[in-house]
């Protein structure tokens, strides 16, 4: 069927005996008209094939029943064997498929990137915008905030911004963690912290500090960003640095990984020699060898609470500054 040909508001409002602005509430959701004038509109919207003009409607509504998902990574580590992004994807399409609204991902891993993204959102096509994966003082959530925009962020914007946030209990988790291997009699506890540019590497690495201060135990550290090629090269520079050490926190499941693979190497045994415990509880934590000790948190769940969040914003109700989900502390063999 040509442009020309796909039935309007008049052609239904004629086959349902009703007025053009009777189809229009009907066709928007409205509530106020009789249901047996719905069943009516509704029987002739099927009966005629007729579509929703969605361009039109948000002349009308101001709404574009869109959200963006902006992700300020490049596109080969979001979609790489790292499963928190695929996670975080998969919880915001849910509630966003049970509310009928549409998805647009947006990656952002060079400057370039990054000014593209900003133009749309401040074009006003979007509802809201949902953040994951900031880096450093992002200006684009408080940009967007102060322009009306609902924004809510994963994890705490550096920035200062008051933009709404949800995260995990990065601190207690690895806290946890710490007293588990002290609990064990480890005492020689390394760390291999994530990028400092990123509220998850602060916050993890924050709580590594506090459990070594508390227990008395000097800090054992090495950098990495979340990557598996990180978590080797931090590895390696631990061993070389702390040839004694007996125990290694990861700040992710990745860099815990090969931090397992690198310690076998060296021929260190794990968890006799050395202890590992990783972040995060991807799928592969439980196969890994071996097993893998981890600090768990809802990878999926983080997605949907952020969205449910934004909805409630573009539908004007207000929300908490700030929603921290629980972690778990997931004993396996490595530790």
Request: glycine letters at 8%.
């Amino acid at each position: 069927m040509t442009t020309a040909q796909r039935p309007t508001l008049e052609a239904v409002a004629r086959r349902a005996g009703v007025s053009r602005a009777t189809v229009s509430r009907v066709v928007n959701g409205s509530t106020t008209v009789a249901e047996s004038i719905r069943e009516a509109v509704h029987r002739a919207v099927e009966e005629l094939g007729y579509v929703p003009n969605l361009a039109a409607r948000s002349l009308v509504t101001q709404r574009t029943d869109s959200v963006a998902l902006v992700m300020p990574e490049e596109a080969t580590r979001v979609f790489s064997d790292d499963q928190v992004f695929p996670g975080i994807i998969r919880g915001v399409s849910q509630e966003l498929e049970a509310a009928d609204k549409q998805l647009v991902l947006m990656l952002a891993g060079s400057p370039a990137g990054h000014q593209r993204v900003e133009r749309y959102t401040t074009g006003r096509h979007v509802d809201g915008v949902l953040f994951a994966s900031l880096h450093g003082e992002d200006p684009l959530p408080g940009v967007l905030t102060r322009l009306g925009i609902p924004v809510v962020c994963a994890g705490r914007p550096l920035d200062g911004a008051r933009v709404p946030y949800v995260d995990v209990d990065n601190v207690g988790g690895v806290t946890r963690a710490v007293r588990h291997l002290i609990g064990n009699g480890r005492r020689r506890i390394a760390t291999i912290a994530g990028p400092q540019d990123m509220v998850a590497g602060i916050e993890r690495l924050t709580g590594y500090r506090e459990a070594m201060a508390a227990a008395g135990l000097p800090a054992r550290e090495a950098f990495g960003d979340f990557t598996r090629e990180s978590g080797a090269a931090a590895m390696r520079d631990l061993l070389a640095a702390y040839p004694d050490l007996d125990a290694v926190c990861a700040a992710s499941d990745l860099m815990a990984h090969a931090a397992l693979r690198t310690l076998r190497e060296a021929g260190r045994r794990v968890p006799d020699d050395v202890a590992v415990i990783g972040f995060d509880d991807i799928e592969t934590a439980a196969y890994t060898e071996p097993p893998l000790t981890t600090v768990r948190w809802d990878i999926v769940e983080l997605g949907r609470a952020m969205t449910r969040q934004l909805l409630r914003m573009t539908a004007g109700e207000d929300v908490e500054q700030e929603l921290i989900l629980p972690t778990d502390l997931i004993v396996r063999d490595s530790a």
